[in-house]
T-cell receptor, first 114, second 112 residues
Framework: AQSVTQLDSHVSVSEGTPVLLRCNYSSSYSPSLFWYVQHPNKGLQLLLKYTSAATLVKGINGFEAEFKKSETSFHLTKPSAHMSDAAEYFCVSLTTDSWGKFQFGAGTQVVVTP | EAQVTQNPRYLITVTGKKLTVTCSQNMNHEYMSWYRQDPGLGLRQIYYSMNVEVTDKGDVPEGYKVSRKEKRNFPLILESPSPNQTSLYFC???????????FGSGTRLTVV
């Protein structure tokens, strides 16, 4: 069985400061991991993905995530938050035993203050 | 443009009146899936399909049907909608590997 835990339901940051969104996974198999972003009243957009190549993954809009097998983590970071980063972020896993089943985390709502 | 197209974007219907939400993708993806998104519950998978004529239940399949007669289309059918199916629905597709899903823009369904 696989599961994804996003450790923070809400994160508030000031514009220009770093953003950290935490995600832990549990899986019996080697997972593929993803971060998606959902802006208000919009669909889901892929930010980045990890599929067992480099452990540090760079995505769009300045985001990156690091896969740490020893910690079963896949935290998302951005050095400097922008107002447009205000959105909900989902950590998602996919395992080799079931390519069709995406397992979503509960989501982290990011608020960016001026 | 590569995309997943859902229709309609918004739908209000009455309890018990059968409805279909269409989903089409132009990327020749093998996998397609339906999710519903509810406040506090996140995104939950309803059904998914690994290829034509191959479908499987997700986490919350009760009250829904799907069909996959063609590779590009994966309609979601509510035979007898109930108010607890009021939700935001997303269709998605992906190739048959470790790649992520591409999501449609969503269908906001209200059942009264």
């Amino acid at each position: 069985a696989q599961s994804v835990t996003q450790l923070d339901s809400h994160v508030s940051v000031s514009e220009g400061t770093p953003v950290l969104l935490r995600c832990n996974y549990s899986s019996s198999y080697s997972p593929s991991l993803f971060w998606y972003v959902q802006h208000p009243n919009k669909g889901l957009q892929l930010l980045l993905k990890y599929t067992s190549a480099a452990t540090l993954v760079k995505g769009i809009n300045g985001f990156e995530a690091e896969f740490k097998k020893s910690e079963t983590s896949f935290h998302l970071t951005k050095p400097s938050a922008h107002m447009s980063d205000a959105a909900e972020y989902f950590c998602v896993s996919l395992t080799t035993d079931s390519w069709g089943k995406f397992q979503f985390g509960a989501g982290t709502q990011v608020v960016v203050t001026p | 443009e590569a995309q997943v197209t859902q229709n309609p974007r918004y739908l209000i219907t009455v309890t018990g009146k059968k409805l279909t939400v269409t989903c089409s993708q132009n990327m020749n993806h093998e996998y397609m899936s339906w999710y519903r998104q509810d406040p506090g519950l996140g995104l939950r998978q309803i059904y998914y399909s690994m290829n034509v004529e191959v479908t499987d239940k997700g986490d919350v399949p009760e009250g829904y049907k799907v069909s996959r007669k063609e590779k590009r289309n994966f309609p979601l059918i509510l035979e007898s909608p109930s108010p607890n199916q009021t939700s935001l629905y997303f269709c998605a597709s992906k190739p048959a590997d470790g790649s992520g899903y591409t999501f449609g823009s969503g269908t906001r369904l209200t059942v009264v």
